[in-house]
């Protein structure tokens, strides 16, 4: 279901898009498919506040049919569905700190993963579900530095960015473990083998991607010498990533190749768009459109 008649078929030098109709309204942002791929879990206000909610992949209302999965007061943020459809991991700031929690695709048996002063942020799943990869700035000595203050390149992260750190954690909430020491790594994935993690890191102003050996920790540079990407998420074959670039003053969503090269241009429409997800059958690219006063989501064909 492309969002525009211009994305339709195979020829690549269709891209970059230059036109996308919104697939939803209102403020709907940080999309994620279901493991086969028929739903959406996302982050809306439609029903007052910033709450997960859930939807058919293939609607045709923009989003009229959306359940909403949490209550409360809290805002809520990042949802990740995991591989064996069972559990969906969410960020839900209570008590002014951002925290991890579980539950079940239908909102029910909430569990708190993560506790403390760290800010805790953008989780994922590993490839068997057994744990939960996160963002979090618990091993900082000041772990609420710079939190709402932008960016030394102003105009991707905050400055709490720069004391973020990679860790896993079971699903019960024991075993932390520490991946990374340095700080500035956000926006983080197991490959679908288990055996890399791609992430963006923050350092001197810069924002690139990288994606690093998880048994022996090297790491590559995939931006090479572009200085501000983002949102980076792997294809379910993980043989290439897709993620946003700036570009003309706006992020538009582009593809590469797990190791850097074949970097393609997909979008070059109105708006900001981040977060983009590939389908799980590779046929399709969902992401946010920030294009105020709204955020949206957008839907399109894939890149072959």
């Not at 022996?216 to 572009?226: A, I």
């Amino acid at each position: 279901m492309p969002a525009d008649p211009a994305s339709h078929g195979d020829n690549q030098s269709e891209f970059p898009l230059k036109r996308l109709k919104p697939f939803t309204h209102v403020v709907d942002y940080e999309p994620f498919w279901s493991p086969d791929g028929q739903q959406i879990i996302l982050i809306s206000s439609r029903h007052g506040g910033l709450k997960v909610h859930i939807m058919d992949s293939d609607s045709i209302d923009g989003g009229k049919d959306m359940q909403q999965l949490t209550t409360g007061t809290a805002e809520d943020d990042s949802p990740a569905w995991s591989p064996d459809g069972r559990r969906i991991v969410y960020v839900s700031i209570r008590d002014g700190t951002s925290q991890i929690y579980t539950m079940n695709p239908d909102g029910t048996q909430e569990k708190q993963l993560t506790k403390g002063l760290g800010e805790n942020i953008h989780p994922m799943w590993s490839a068997d579900s057994n744990r939960v990869l996160f963002n979090t700035t618990h091993f900082s000595i000041t772990p609420q530095k710079g939190k709402n203050a932008p960016s030394d390149n102003r105009v991707i992260g905050e400055k709490i960015d720069e004391q973020m750190e990679l860790a896993t954690i079971r699903l019960d909430g024991t075993d932390l473990k520490r991946i990374t020491t340095g700080g500035g790594y956000t926006y983080a994935s197991f490959s679908p083998d288990n055996r890399f993690i791609l992430h963006r890191r923050i350092e001197a102003g810069a924002s690139r991607i990288f994606i690093r050996n998880v048994d022996t920790v090297d790491y590559q540079n995939l931006s090479g010498s572009s200085d501000l990407d983002g949102w980076p998420a792997w294809s379910s074959d993980g043989r290439r990533v897709v993620f946003s670039r700036r570009v003309n003053e706006s992020f538009q969503i582009f593809v590469m190749n797990r190791d850097g090269s074949g970097v393609q241009q997909i979008t070059d429409a109105t708006g900001e768009f981040t977060n983009p997800r590939w389908s799980p059958d590779g046929t399709r690219i969902l992401c946010s459109r920030r294009s105020p006063p709204n955020i949206t989501l957008a839907v399109f064909q894939a890149p072959h």
